[in-house]
C-alpha cells in the first residue's frame, strides 16, 4: 500500500489537547446525546486530576470492568494502550482477516470505550500471528519503534499509573502478550527520560509516571496461593448516575468485541482486582498514593477546585443550561489563571481541563449540531453538498459567531481548503435552530490521500505498519478529512466565545436501523476490484476469466484497463475501454488469462490498472458493514496471487460446510472442483453420498450447533465410503465432546514459524495423486498449523511432524484414519490461509486430502 511520504509537519502547541475529558469525540457517530446524570459525573470528573493507563497486547485483552471503573468511579482519564489491532486472528463473524479484521477490532476497541468512558491508543506494530516467546515477536517487530510509539503515548497522555495485563514471561501465554509487558516496564524509564526518543521533544516532554502494576488474576495464580501481599480493590461496585454496576457496563462493553466471540455476561456484586508492582514507587494501600488528584497539584489551580465544588452544589438536573454561566467563569480563569502558568505540566492540565469544561457547557446547552453531506463518498474534485444545523435545546439564548469548514490532508497535517457557511441569523433563541435546510455546496478541491486508514497507506514489514507522520502515532483512526467548526458566545460584546467541532459525515436511514451516519469517504475517480481473497491457479494451460469490476468516484469517467502479468502469461484482450456515466456506476470488465510455455511455475501476481487522463489506479474499493461498528471504507490494492502448478486430482465433487467464514471454497474451484454449500441439515448420509468429499470449514465445531445432531450421519456416509476433512477446530467450546470417529483431545499447540522445516511420513495420502515434498511447505504466510491434537485414538494415523525453535515435534497437523470404507482426516494446517495467498503446496496437500482413498486419477 504505497503512497509517497511527506516531510512532518511543524504541529501546533494545540496537539497536545487530545484530551480524554468525559464527553468523547466520536468521529463516525450520531451526535450524542447527555442525560442529567451524566452531566454530573462530567462536573465531578472537572475535579479530578489523575489518569491511569492499561498496556496489553491485542484487542479484547483490556480489563474492561477496572477500565470503567478507573474512568466512572474514581473519574480519572483512563485509556487502553493495545500494542497491535488485532490483525493476525480470526473472524466468527464474516471472511474478513488481515488488514480488514484489524479495522473491524479497531472500531470494535473504539464501540467499547464509548460504554465503558475510557479511550483508545495503539502503537504500530503489527499482529502477524501468534508467536511462542517474545523473543520471537521482537525479532519481528522493531523493538525501539514500538518502545517509542509506547513511549510518546505516555507523553503526551501523561498517566499517573501505568497497568499490564500480562506479566513478562511465559506465564502470559503469547509471545506478542510478553513482548507488550516487558515493552511497558521499559517505556515506564525511558518516558521520563529526556534523553530517550528526543526528537518527540519538540513536540512534548518527558514524564515520569509514579508507579507500574501488573493487573494479576486467578489465570495467573496458583490455585491455594496467598494474595495478601497485593494491592487489591473492589471494582464491582454500582453507579447510581450511570444505573449499572461497573461490572455490567464492563459485560456490554467487552461484548463488542463480535469478532472474536466474547460475547459476555453481566457480573453484579463484588469484584476484587489486585496488583503487584513491577516499578517506581511501592504503594500499600491504594493504586494513587502519593499522588495528587486535585487541582493542588497545578500552579494555581486551589480555586478552581472551590469554584467546581460550588457548580456541583448548586446543579439542578432539571435544568443544567443554568450551569453555563458558573462554567464559563471557570472556563475564563483557565484562559487566563491570574497568572503565567510557566510551567509544562501546569498548562497542560489547564488546557485538558479547559476542553471538559468546553464540552460540558455544549451538554448542559443541549446544543445538538451536525453536518451532513449528502453522499457518502467524493472524490478530490467534487463539490462538496452539506447541510448542516444547530440546535439550541436550552433556556438561555445562544449567539452564533462564525462557522466555517476546514479539510484537511491528514498526511501532512496541513489545512488545505477552508469554506464559510453564508449568513445565517446569529442569535439562537431556546427552543430554536439555525442551519442549511437546502444543501449548501462547499467548494474546493481536496488535495487529500483517499481515505485509507492511515496505518495502511504505505508499505510496511511484516511486523510494523509505515506511518505517514508522528501526530498519527497512536491514533485508533483517521481524524475527519472534512470538518465544520462554530463559534459561539453568550452575550452582546461576544465575550466567552467557545468554538465546537463537529465531522462532516453522511447520514441516511435505513428502514431497519434507522438513522445511521458513517464517515465521508474521499475516494479516487474510479476503483479497481478484483474478486476478495481469490487466488487464480492454473493446474493446466487452459485459461481462466479474470473479471474486473470498475466503480466511479464521479460522474464522467472513462480511460482504459489493463492487467499487468508477469513475463510469459497473456490476456486477451490486452487492453479495454470503459465509460461510467454516472456516480457509483460500475462496469465488470473480463479478462482471458493464460500461461504460455515461458512462464515460470509457482506463485507471482497479477494487478488490475486503469488509465483515466494520463494517471493510473490501481486500487479497489472494500466496504466493511457490521451493525455494531461503524461503515468503513478500504481500498486493496488490485492484485491476486497467480500461481501455475502441477496438480492431479482425483474426484470431482465437493460438500462444503462452512464454520466461522473462509474462502477454501472458492480456492477448490479453482482447481476445478465443483463445490455445493450445504447447510448443516443437509448433513445426511443420504444426502452426502453424491459428493466425493465432504469438507467442514473452520471452526465449525465450535459455532454451528446442530453438528452434534448431524454427527452420526456424517459417520454413516464415512462408513459407507465417504471422505470428510475437517478443517481446525478450537479446543474449547465445542459443539459436542468428540468431533471424529474416534477419541482426540484438541489443544492449543501450534506451530508458528511459517518456513518450520517439515518431517514427511510415508503415509499414502502424500503419495497420491500428487507427490508431496518440503517444498510444498516453502512460502507459507502467517503459522505453519494452529490447535493440534495433544492426544489421539492409536487407530488416528500422523502424516507429518514440524516444530517450532526449540520444541519438541508436533506431529498431529494431519490425522488420518479409516472408517469403515470410508475415511476420517483432521487437519490444524492454516490452509483457510494459505489458499487465498495462493500457496502451491497449500493446493496440492489439500487436493490429496479430498482424492484420499480414491483411485481413478481425473
Known amino acids: 500500500m504505497r503512497l509517497l511520504s511527506r516531510p512532518v509537519a511543524a504541529l501546533a502547541a494545540s496537539f497536545l489537547l487530545h484530551s480524554a475529558f468525559f464527553i468523547k469525540p466520536a468521529f463516525a457517530q ?20 489523575g489518569s491511569v493507563m492499561y498496556l496489553a497486547a491485542h484487542p479484547d485483552d483490556e480489563n474492561t470492568r477496572l477500565i470503567a471503573y478507573m474512568a466512572n468511579e474514581r473519574l480519572l482519564e483512563t485509556s487502553y494502550l493495545s500494542c497491535t489491532r488485532g490483525d493476525g486472528g480470526q473472524n466468527l463473524i464474516g471472511p474478513e482477516l488481515r488488514e480488514g479484521l484489524g479495522v473491524i477490532r479497531t472500531q470494535e476497541l473504539l464501540a467499547a470505550r464509548r460504554l465503558d468512558g475510557g479511550r483508545q491508543f495503539f502503537t504500530r506494530a503489527n499482529d502477524f500471528g501468534f508467536s511462542k516467546t517474545s523473543d520471537e515477536t521482537f525479532r519481528i517487530w522493531d523493538h525501539e519503534q514500538v518502545l517509542a510509539d509506547m513511549v510518546w503515548v505516555i507523553r503526551q497522555r501523561r498517566p499517573d499509573v501505568l497497568i499490564t495485563r500480562f506479566p513478562p514471561d511465559a506465564r502470559a501465554g503469547h509471545g506478542h502478550h510478553q513482548a507488550s509487558a516487558i515493552l511497558a516496564a521499559e517505556a515506564f524509564d525511558a518516558a521520563g527520560d529526556p534523553k530517550r526518543f528526543p526528537e518527540q521533544l519538540q513536540y512534548v516532554q518527558a514524564w515520569q509516571p509514579k508507579r507500574l502494576l501488573w493487573n494479576t488474576g486467578s489465570f495467573f495464580v496458583k490455585p491455594g496461593e496467598n494474595m495478601d501481599g497485593y494491592l487489591k480493590l473492589d471494582a464491582g461496585g454500582y453507579n447510581p448516575l450511570l444505573g449499572q454496576s461497573y461490572g455490567e457496563i464492563a459485560a456490554r462493553s467487552r461484548s463488542n468485541h463480535r469478532s472474536q466471540g466474547f460475547g459476555s455476561a453481566a457480573q453484579r456484586g463484588e469484584a476484587l482486582e489486585y496488583f503487584q508492582p513491577v516499578k517506581g514507587d511501592k ?10 488528584q486535585t487541582w493542588n497539584r497545578v500552579t494555581w489551580g486551589a480555586k478552581f477546585g472551590k469554584m467546581v465544588e460550588e457548580l456541583i452544589r448548586a446543579y439542578d438536573p432539571s435544568n443544567p443550561s443554568a450551569s453555563v454561566a458558573g462554567l464559563l467563569k471557570v472556563r475564563t480563569l483557565m484562559i487566563n489563571p491570574g497568572a503565567a502558568v510557566a510551567d509544562y505540566s501546569s498548562s497542560c492540565f489547564y488546557r485538558e481541563k479547559r476542553k471538559e469544561v468546553e464540552e460540558l457547557i455544549k451538554a448542559c446547552l443541549g446544543l445538538h449540531v451536525e453536518a451532513s453531506a449528502e453522499q457518502s463518498s467524493i472524490t478530490t474534485t467534487d463539490l462538496l453538498k452539506v ?18 469548514y476546514y479539510a484537511t490532508n491528514d498526511s501532512t497535517g496541513e489545512v488545505s481548503a477552508t469554506s464559510d457557511v453564508g449568513k445565517v441569523d446569529p442569535v439562537v433563541k431556546p427552543g430554536e435552530s439555525v442551519g442549511q435546510e437546502d444543501s449548501f455546496t462547499l467548494t474546493f478541491k481536496l488535495p487529500v490521500p483517499i481515505s485509507q486508514p492511515y496505518w495502511l497507506r504505505n508499505y510496511g514489514t511484516i511486523g510494523m505498519y509505515k506511518i505517514p507522520r508522528q501526530s498519527l502515532v497512536g491514533l485508533a483512526e483517521n481524524p475527519p478529512t472534512v470538518r465544520l467548526e462554530f463559534h459561539i458566545s453568550f452575550d452582546e460584546q461576544n465575550k466567552n466565545v467557545v468554538a465546537f467541532s463537529v465531522p462532516v459525515q453522511y447520514k441516511h436511514t435505513d428502514p431497519v436501523l434507522g438513522e445511521l451516519y458513517q464517515p465521508l469517504a474521499v475516494v479516487p475517480p474510479v476503483a479497481v476490484n478484483l474478486p476478495a481473497a481469490r487466488a487464480y491457479v492454473f493446474a493446466d494451460a487452459q485459461p481462466k476469466t479474470v473479471p474486473v469490476t470498475l466503480k466511479a468516484g464521479r460522474a464522467g469517467v472513462a480511460g482504459t484497463l489493463a492487467l499487468t502479468l508477469p513475463p510469459g502469461w497473456t490476456s486477451t484482450p490486452a487492453r479495454q475501454s470503459f465509460a461510467l456515466a454516472t456516480k457509483d456506476a460500475e462496469q465488470t470488465v473480463e479478462f482471458r488469462v493464460q500461461p504460455g510455455p515461458a512462464a515460470a511455475p509457482g506463485k507471482t501476481e497479477l494487478r488490475a490498472v486503469a488509465t483515466v487522463d494520463g494517471q493510473a489506479y490501481s486500487r479497489g474499493i472494500q466496504q466493511i458493514i457490521y451493525p455494531h461498528i461503524p461503515t468503513q471504507t478500504l481500498f486493496p490494492e488490485a492484485v491476486a496471487p497467480l500461481v501455475k502448478l502441477e496438480l492431479r486430482k482425483r474426484g470431482q465433487n465437493v460438500a462444503y460446510l462452512m464454520g466461522a467464514g473462509d474462502e477454501v471454497p472458492e480456492a477448490l474451484r479453482q482447481i476445478g472442483y465443483n463445490v455445493t454449500l450445504l447447510e448443516a ?54 459443539v459436542m465432546p468428540e468431533i471424529g470417529p474416534y477419541p482426540m483431545t484438541l ?6 514459524v511459517e518456513d518450520a522445516p517439515v518431517t514427511l511420513s510415508k503415509h499414502p495420502l502424500l503419495a497420491a495423486p500428487n507427490k508431496i515434498t518440503t517444498e510444498d511447505f516453502k512460502g507459507w504466510v502467517q503459522e505453519q498449523g494452529l490447535y493440534y491434537p495433544s492426544k489421539w ?33 483432521y487437519t490444524g494446517l492454516s490452509l483457510f490461509r494459505e489458499l487465498p495467498a495462493g500457496v502451491p503446496g497449500a493446493y496440492r496437500l489439500i487436493t490429496n486430502m479430498i482424492s484420499y482413498g480414491k483411485e481413478v486419477a481425473q
Do not use: C
Request: hydrophobic content about 35%; proline content about 4%; aromatic content about 8%.
Open 283 to 292: 504503594a500499600t494501600k491504594d493504586l494513587f498514593e502519593g499522588v495528587d
Open 747 to 752: 489443544s492449543n499447540d501450534r506451530v508458528t
Open 387 to 404: 447541510k448542516w444545523q444547530l440546535v439550541n435545546r436550552s433556556k438561555i439564548p445562544v449567539t452564533l459567531n462564525f462557522a466555517r
Open 681 to 734: 441439515k443437509d448433513l445426511t448420509a443420504a444426502n452426502l453420498k453424491k459428493y466425493d468429499a465432504l469438507m467442514v470449514g473452520i471452526r465449525a465445531y465450535n459455532t454451528v450447533d446442530r453438528l452434534k445432531t448431524q454427527q452420526p450421519e456424517i459417520l454413516k456416509y464415512i462408513e459407507a465410503g465417504g471422505n470428510v476433512v475437517v478443517q481446525y477446530v478450537v479446543n474449547r467450546g465445542t
Open 793 to 825: 485414538d492409536p487407530k488416528y494415523q500422523t502424516v507429518i511432524s514440524s516444530s517450532d525453535p526449540g520444541e519438541a515435534p508436533k506431529d498431529s497437523a494431519i490425522l488420518v484414519t479409516d472408517y469403515g470404507k470410508g475415511h476420517y482426516i
Open 30 to 49: 450520531a451526535p450524542k446525546t447527555y442525560t442529567s446524570s451524566e452531566i454530573l459525573l462530567g462536573l465531578k470528573k472537572l475535579n479530578v486530576l
